[in-house]
């Protein structure tokens, strides 16, 4: 795919070189900056020359076999890639009798699929002589993948997270600092995903010498949707090589749910010049989209500018950001990725919004149909994935010859809290019920210090 | 005075405010603060202050909801003001007021997605019919800008672009040819918000828009104090102040905005060791 507004030669090589894009009309590998109408460089001045550095360190990077051998040496020796395909036969019943298949981005090292895009960033953010990491997190997954990809590459990380998020999330504050990093909390907005970016552009645009800003989406200003995609499209490749070895066939229908959708990006890449493939992305319905509280930017959106990009983008009549709603702190973002906005207009892909009823309905069942504790995000592209089943199915004499894969892209650990409240498993105190029967004095793990001394004093 | 109602073919506003300044000796002074802050008629009376204090360009800024190039006092004004109930359109009108009653150009500073929200053309004709002299866009790069451009041009507004410390000489170049009115040098890698010192950057920055061919730019970003302006006036065309003024009328009301504006462009009268260049 050659874009012929597209000046830079390396750029214009490295698409002609890439054997898909022989096709003419090959969506794959879009190279950014312009996704159809969306995408682009909405930014500040002060910080195009980091995004040009960024863009032209990307660009040879991803043509390095050198660079490309660290990615792939991370990838299986840290990450543990590749991640399984595991068929989901308890949970199938539910979606109609499909085949359902899941691709397991919740077994990656920290949980998600956000390691695959942190480790790369954090390499070339070593190639370009920075010291410093930021990031924003939203449900903590991508902060604790980019403390633990500091830890590991040996830069001092900062991750700005809203204050409201942290409440919703406070074990991957937790682990964040035990990571090694710093986090801090964003009271600014709605004190959610969007205002932590907003926090880290505006320390980026002060520290830029020293610090790459490690953004955790397909969202932001060029070279973030492409190069971020490019990092994720792993788990496309191997979900294709897998389900061809598995079932012998492409599938019928791939299922991921939306934030920015950088795990969906990820999946559907592999798979958008396949037209037998419906793909199917299922953003944040909230409260349900009628009563206005979701978080469903192309479902309702309309299209806009924030945060870098031109996208369909949650906003009142004066174009000021309207704020999101999501019971998943992870797809909680009143806007999405450009590549997405553009995939929705020209019909590639359709995308559909799933209200937490139905997503925490679909954290329940695999968690009892597969012995498997889907994070809240990927519970949306679940509860799609049993709706898209159903509507596949209907009239098909075998619903087995209908095959689903769905990404789940994190693990559910960190939503316990969440979940037990959701389902009425707290007391009032905000206990589990029933685990505060014992009359013996807690023995418990080393208290702080000063505590310690006086536990001494009683023993 | 008389350039003001000078025929305008293009004649660009903030252009001869600033011509006006320099045929009076000094260099041109340009203050911020945000519509609907504390409220749309105080941020009128405060505008005009800042007008008849020896302000000769008034930057009415926008409030948004997500202002990622302002710093913690910029923000909670701006944030307020939208809790108050501002809207978009109110900033016409505060335009309209301010423009009837001084002789200083009024500039709108606004992130990209209001306008783009209104409609580029239809926010540019409002804006003209307002008496406004154009837009500060610190989220609009020229290489965005294909729609302001016509809009711009149909409706005789500047076009304020940054430069920056980081921008590359070919960004320079190119910042200085989109731009009309003034260029806007970034004085510091960082947010709005006051600083003890300005960075000595800000002169590089000048320098390069100088030589990339601007006639006129200014600096701002951090300059809140009389010794600022000084400094800043022995090399650039004129000086920005924001935040401190923002501070000022959230302290002390209009009178204490009136009072800075005219402790601010003090700074141009007061002894200098190095004399502006020809």
Redesign the interface.
């Known amino acids: 795919m050659s874009d012929p507004g597209m000046s830079d030669p390396a750029t214009a090589f490295l698409a002609g070189d890439r054997a898909e894009s022989a096709q003419e009309h090959s969506l794959r590998h879009a190279p950014g900056p312009y996704f159809g109408n969306y995408g682009?460089?909405?930014?500040?001045?002060?910080?195009?020359?980091?995004l040009?550095e960024l863009e032209e360190t990307f660009e040879k990077a991803k043509v390095d076999p050198e660079f490309l051998a660290e990615i792939a040496e991370l990838n299986k020796n840290y990450s543990g890639r590749p991640s399984l395909l595991t068929e989901a036969k308890r949970f199938s019943a539910h979606a109609g009798g499909a085949r359902v298949f899941l691709k397991r981005e919740d077994l990656n090292h920290t949980g998600s699929h956000k390691i695959n895009n942190v480790l790369g960033q954090v390499l070339l953010a070593k190639r370009m002589g920075k010291t410093r990491i930021i990031a924003e997190t939203g449900a903590g997954q991508h902060g604790v993948a980019s403390a633990t990809a500091a830890a590991l590459l040996g830069l001092e990380c900062v991750v700005y997270m809203g204050a409201e998020d942290c409440r919703r999330q406070a074990l991957n504050v937790a682990r964040m600092q035990l990571l090694g990093a710093t986090v801090v909390p964003v009271t600014?907005?709605s004190q959610t995903l969007?205002?932590a970016i907003?926090d880290a552009?505006?320390d980026w645009?002060?520290?830029?010498?020293n610090t790459h800003y490690v953004l955790g989406t397909v969202a932001g200003a060029h070279p973030f949707p492409a190069m971020v995609r490019f990092f994720h499209e792993v788990i496309g490749e191997e979900a294709r090589g897998q389900i061809l070895e598995q079932v012998g066939r492409l599938p019928d229908a791939l299922c991921a749910c939306i934030g920015g959708g950088s795990n969906a990006i990820g999946l559907f890449h592999a798979f958008l010049d396949d037209p037998s493939v419906k793909i199917y992305g299922f953003e944040a319905g909230g409260d349900g989209v009628e009563t206005g509280r979701h978080a469903a930017a192309i479902t309702l959106g309309?299209p806009?500018?924030?945060?870098g990009a031109r996208s369909y983008?949650m906003?009142d009549?004066?174009?000021?950001?309207v704020e999101s709603h999501s019971i998943s702190a992870g797809l909680d973002y009143p806007s999405v990725g450009p590549e997405h906005s553009y995939l929705s207009d020209i019909g590639r892909v359709s995308y559909e919004p799933i209200t937490d009823v139905e997503a925490m309905d679909a954290f329940k069942l695999l968690s009892q149909t597969e012995g498997i504790i889907p994070a809240i995000e990927s519970s949306h592209a679940l509860a799609g994935a049993i709706k898209v089943g159903q509507r596949l199915t209907e009239g098909v004499g075998d619903p087995s010859d209908v095959v689903i894969i769905v990404n789940l892209s994190g693990r559910g650990d960190k939503d316990v809290e969440t979940a037990a409240a959701w389902f009425g498993m707290l007391d009032e105190q905000g206990h589990v019920k029933g685990t505060t029967l014992s009359t013996r004095t807690a023995k418990g793990a080393a208290p702080a210090a000063d505590e310690n001394a006086e536990d001494a004093t009683h023993e | 005075m008389s350039e003001n109602t000078a025929p305008a073919q293009f004649a660009s506003k903030s252009a001869a405010a600033i011509d006006r300044a320099k045929a009076a000796g000094r260099k041109a002074l340009i203050a911020y603060l945000p519509a609907g802050f504390p409220d749309k008629q105080t941020s009128i009376d405060a505008a005009i202050a800042l007008a008849r204090n020896g302000a000769d360009i008034i930057e009415i800024g926008i409030p948004y909801s997500d202002p990622v190039m302002d710093g913690a006092v910029i923000q909670a004004a701006t944030t307020e003001a939208l809790n108050k109930g501002f809207r978009v359109a109110d900033v016409f009108d505060i335009v309209a007021a301010v423009t009837a009653e001084t002789d200083a150009a009024v500039l709108v500073m606004t992130y990209w997605n209001p306008v783009d929200r209104l409609g580029v053309d239809e926010f540019s004709r409002r804006l003209a019919e307002a008496g406004g002299a154009g837009l500060i866009t610190p989220d609009l790069i020229p290489d965005e800008a294909a729609e302001w451009f016509a809009a711009s041009d149909k409706y005789g507004l500047d076009r304020v672009f940054l430069v920056a410390p980081s921008s590359t000489p070919e960004r320079v170049a190119m910042t200085v040819a989109a731009s009309r009115g003034f260029v806007y040098a970034v004085s510091i890698m960082g947010v709005t918000g006051a600083r003890t010192s300005v960075s000595s950057a800000a002169e590089a920055v000048v320098a390069a828009a100088h030589a990339a061919g601007a006639e006129r730019a200014c600096v701002g970003l951090g300059v809140s104090k009389p010794e600022h302006v000084r400094e800043i006036a022995a090399y650039a065309d004129g000086v920005i102040v924001g935040t401190a003024l923002v501070a000022a009328l959230r302290d002390g009301g209009v009178a204490a905005v009136g009072a800075l504006a005219k402790e601010l462009s003090g700074g141009f009268d007061a002894p200098t060791s190095s004399n502006p260049e020809a």
């Open positions: 682009g460089r909405w930014m500040p001045e002060s910080l195009i020359a980091a040009d600014n907005g969007k205002d907003n552009l505006r645009v002060a520290n830029v010498d309309r806009g500018v924030m945060h983008l906003q009549d004066d174009g000021q950001t």
